[in-house]
């Protein structure tokens, strides 16, 4: 299977400890998505890798938050600090350029 | 997209008839369009897309419409299946080259 694999699939956490999710793009794709969503909401971007540049961070994105992709291949999503509301699905993206914009079948969150 | 809480728009269909699933957007710079299904606990898999310079795209039993004029996008699904049954969003460009601006999803069911 040639698609974007996430790691962990789910993951429960204590509030307060922090998390790290992992994504392996496909791996012709130049560029890495990482979006959140909510239930009953669509997908919100969150930030992008070109290669291995992060070149937009949403306001979302709180200083709790940081993205790597350091070889420009997989990239990792770290969350300091865990609060319930961070509770959502964490999906990763990657395109070439702007196309063949395909999405992993997502980490799922939960802080109690 | 308008967010909707966890009251989503439905369309409740049966199996072999045709389903239409409309968007709109806001954005009049958005020159990329993608539709997504989700089936529950997955991520949005990608269906079909279509760029500013068409009006109509078509695939394997769906059909993409765009209506510049009146920022309106919709799916045409022909001969609906149970398989069919999920979430499905439309997602813009906004004017951007890299992040989706998803829509209001539209849960179809399909009723064998």
């Known amino acids: 299977d040639t698609g974007v694999s996430q790691d962990p699939r789910h993951k429960i956490t204590k509030r307060g400890q922090n998390v790290t999710f992992r994504c392996d793009p496909i791996?012709?794709?130049?560029?890495l998505y990482w979006y959140r969503q909510t239930l009953g909401q669509g997908p919100e971007f969150l930030t992008y890798?070109?290669?291995?540049?992060?070149?937009?961070k949403s306001r979302l994105l709180s200083d709790r938050f940081s993205a790597e992709r350091p070889k420009g291949s997989f990239s990792t999503l770290e969350i300091q600090r865990t609060e319930q509301g961070d509770s959502a699905m964490y999906l990763c993206?990657?395109?070439?350029?702007?196309?063949?914009?395909?999405f992993g079948s997502g980490t799922r969150l939960t802080v109690v | 997209g308008e967010s909707v809480g966890l009251h989503l728009p439905t369309l409740s269909v049966q199996e072999g008839d045709n389903s239409i699933i409309n968007c709109a957007y806001s954005?009049?710079?958005?020159?990329?369009f993608i539709w997504y299904k989700q089936e529950s606990g997955k991520g949005p898999q990608f269906i079909i897309d279509?760029?500013?310079?068409?009006d109509k795209r078509q695939g394997q039993r769906v059909t993409v419409l765009l209506n510049k004029t009146v920022k309106h996008l919709s799916l045409q699904i022909a001969a609906t299946q149970p398989g069919d049954s999920a979430v499905y969003f439309c997602?813009?460009?906004?004017?951007?080259?890299?992040?989706?601006?998803f829509g209001k999803g539209t849960l179809l069911t399909v009723n064998p």
């Open positions: 993206a990657s395109s070439f350029n702007f196309y063949g914009y395909t």
């Open positions: 791996s012709e794709h130049n560029r």
């Open positions: 890798f070109q290669n291995e540049a992060q070149l937009e």
């Open positions: 954005n009049s710079a958005s020159d990329y």
């Open positions: 279509i760029r500013s310079n068409m």
């Open positions: 997602a813009d460009s906004g004017g951007s080259n890299y992040k989706l601006t």
